[in-house]
């Protein structure tokens, strides 16, 4: 079965600390892959999205990612965190076969940055 | 409207009982999703329409489940005699084509249910 495994349920960081969070999903085929966010209190958004090309992703609010589909990997990365990215991350996966209307998601990663 | 609006936001009920969740997707858009959230999980999909075509109901966890969207643009996902299992986050999702296209889906506020 699909699936998408995110490698840590909790994170605390303190700002201006590096941050990679990781994906890994199981899939054989071509997949879009996506980057969410959940601020407090708030609903999920767009975060970064690949779907092809450079598999280096450059989203909003200084986060990157990059797809190293050899491994299965879809990693978040920002180099000097703050405050304000304390929220909960999710890794999806949008199977490309059948039309890729499916998403599956992580379990999410909840990040909490020190100020 | 300007995103996708889902009402109520709260919901509790009975054991037992029927509720109807609403979901208004972004005006135009094609694609419509509903996914539940469990307490410390990611969202699990559960079905989605296009237009008012139901393309995939394969996550509908048992016939208690239904969703329609009759005229392509709002949606209901009804759970019948709920139970306390069906306590959740539900959150409706739209966009302009599937997201497997090249769009990506706009997520709504989402419905929290308890069932006591």
């Known amino acids: 079965a699909q699936s998408v495994s995110q490698h840590n349920h909790h994170v605390i960081l303190s700002e201006a600390a590096s941050l990679e969070l990781g994906c890994n999903y199981s899939y054989g085929g071509t997949v879009n892959l996506f980057w969410y966010v959940q601020y407090p209190g708030q609903h999920l958004q767009l975060l970064l999205k690949?779907?092809?090309?450079?598999?280096l992703v450059k989203g909003i609010k200084g986060f990157e990612a990059e797809f190293i589909k050899s491994k299965f990997s879809f990693n978040l990365r920002k180099p000097s965190v703050q405050w304000s990215d304390t929220a909960e991350y999710f890794c999806?996966?949008?199977?490309?076969?059948?039309?890729?209307?499916?998403?599956?998601f992580g379990a999410g990663t909840r990040l909490f940055v020190k100020a | 409207g300007a995103g996708v609006s889902q009402s109520p936001r709260y919901k509790v009920t009975k054991r037992g009982q029927d509720v109807a969740l609403r979901c208004d997707p972004i005006?135009?858009?094609?694609?419509l999703y509903w996914y539940r959230q469990a307490l410390g999980q990611g969202p699990e999909f559960l079905t989605y329409?296009?237009?008012?075509?139901?393309?995939?109901k394969s996550g509908l966890p048992n016939d208690r489940f239904s969703a329609e969207r009759p005229e392509g643009s709002i949606s209901t996902l009804t759970i019948q005699r709920t139970e306390q299992r069906d306590s959740a986050m539900y959150r409706c999702?739209?966009?302009?084509?599937?997201?497997?296209?090249?769009?990506?889906?706009?997520f709504g506020q989402g419905t929290r249910l308890t069932v006591v």
């Open positions: 329409f296009n237009y008012e075509a139901q393309q995939d």
């Open positions: 999806a996966v949008s199977p490309l076969r059948g039309g890729g209307f499916k998403t599956i």
């Open positions: 005006s135009g858009h094609v694609s």
């Open positions: 999702a739209s966009s302009r084509t599937g997201t497997g296209l090249g769009t990506e889906a706009f």
């Open positions: 690949y779907f092809s090309g450079d598999p």
